[in-house]
């Protein structure tokens, strides 16, 4: 096998495992507690069970779409969109640590908003990069924003 292939594949593996470690961190957190389950929740909240398998969908497009903007050729462009996708995987991941760990909806409130707005910029950032790196965020985007009005609502609702 050739280095760049080689290369290649590390960074394919590299990218699913950091998208790997803020899915295992939302994975040690979860709704099955007793202080959620007396959280008065909006008619909308979405069933438990749909969870594991939209985050899986999005965790792998998130994961692809940081491949995709990493193989393009090196430019200041790049490198600010592969920060932002850092950032907004970091921010991800402290969402779910904040409002399932900490039991803070509030300071989660505040991540979901900064989570939102890095995703805007990421996705901003890689169309300059790989368009369609650009376009395999906007589910995640979607779900981020729905998440967002569940997380107000839970706090208008609760604190």
Not at 14 to 31: C, I, Y
Not at 61 to 82: C, F, K, Q
Request: aromatic share 14%; charged share 15%.
């Amino acid at each position: 096998m050739e280095t760049t292939q080689v290369r290649k594949l590390l960074a394919m593996a590299g990218f699913g495992a950091l998208t790997a470690g803020a899915a295992a961190v939302g994975a040690r957190f979860t709704p099955a507690s007793s202080w959620y389950g007396r959280l008065r929740k909006p008619w909308f909240q979405p069933p438990g069970w749909l969870l594991a398998p939209v985050w899986t969908g999005l965790y792998t497009v998130i994961a692809v779409s940081g491949y995709r903007v990493w193989r393009s050729p090196s430019s200041p462009e790049r490198t600010t969109a592969l920060t932002f996708w850092g950032a907004q995987l970091a921010l991800n991941a402290a969402w779910t640590w904040l409002f399932f760990g900490k039991h803070n909806p509030r300071a989660a409130l505040i991540d979901i908003g900064l989570l939102r707005g890095t995703i805007d910029a990421y996705t901003q950032a890689a169309r300059k990069v790989d368009p369609s790196a650009r376009w395999m965020m906007f589910p995640y985007r979607g779900w981020v924003t729905f998440a967002a009005l569940l997380n107000a609502e839970i706090v208008r609702k609760n604190v």
